[in-house]
């Protein structure tokens, strides 16, 4: 059985020679992210998954 699984391209970045990157302001609004915020990226098989942190 399949998940039902809903995508939605919020914008995209890209990578700076310091291997920096801008999050889309979409992003930013939509998970009501501020200057400050830790973020998380883990690792789900293929994937790279980037969530914000539960911790301060």
Do not use: C, H, W
Not at 31 to 45: H, N, T
């Amino acid at each position: 059985m399949s998940k039902n699984v809903r995508k939605e391209i919020l914008g995209m970045s890209k990578l700076t020679y310091k291997f920096q990157l801008t999050l889309p302001k979409r992003v930013r609004e939509r998970f009501a992210l501020k200057e400050g915020d830790i973020l998380v990226f883990l690792a789900e098989d293929s994937r790279l998954i980037l969530t914000k942190s539960t911790e301060s």
